[in-house]
């Protein structure tokens, strides 16, 4: 009887050690493999960056930071305020401004540049 508790209590105790063992060899090989995927840096939640960044993103694909996007400009001549694409690219003050001639601007514009350039 005494033989078959301890012969009882040494499996059981085999059992526990092998089980915490392979967990801790499991926890191990996952933090090797999250590490060696995510250079080093902790895992986060969420999107990892770099997988399909968007322009307001300040870091891209690699960890190259991006330039901030080009300001544009309403394309009525004289007028320096930031054209929104709310109002169709130009500024509030001239959203009424037909498009023909906010197109014809753009023309003038245009080739004032080219012949500049």
Same mark, same amino acid.
């Given at each position: 009887?005494?033989?078959?508790?301890?012969?009882?209590?040494?499996?059981?105790?085999?059992?526990?050690?092998?089980?915490?063992?392979?967990?801790?060899?499991?926890?191990?090989?996952?933090?090797?493999?999250?590490?060696?995927?995510?250079?080093?840096?902790?895992?986060?939640?969420?999107?990892? @960056? %770099?997988?399909?960044?968007?322009? +307001?993103?300040?870091? =891209?694909?690699?960890?190259?930071?991006? $330039?901030?996007?080009? #300001?544009?400009?309403?394309?009525? @001549? %004289?007028?320096?305020?930031?054209? +929104?694409?709310?109002? =169709?690219?130009?500024?509030?003050?001239? $959203?009424?401004?037909? #498009?023909?001639?906010?197109?014809?601007?753009?023309?003038?514009?245009?080739?004032?540049?080219?012949?500049?350039?």
């Amino acid at each position: 009887m005494l033989q078959r508790d301890i012969q009882s209590a040494i499996s059981e105790f085999a059992q526990r050690l092998t089980s915490l063992i392979e967990s801790d060899a499991m926890a191990r090989a996952r933090d090797t493999v999250i590490r060696a995927f995510s250079n080093g840096s902790k895992p986060r939640r969420g999107r990892p @960056p %770099g997988s399909g960044a968007t322009l +307001a993103s300040s870091v =891209g694909v690699g960890g190259k930071t991006r $330039r901030k996007r080009a #300001k544009v400009f309403c394309p009525v @001549p %004289g007028c320096k305020n930031v054209a +929104a694409p709310v109002f =169709g690219m130009v500024c509030g003050e001239h $959203r009424d401004v037909p #498009k023909a001639k906010i197109k014809k601007y753009r023309a003038a514009r245009k080739a004032k540049a080219k012949a500049a350039a």
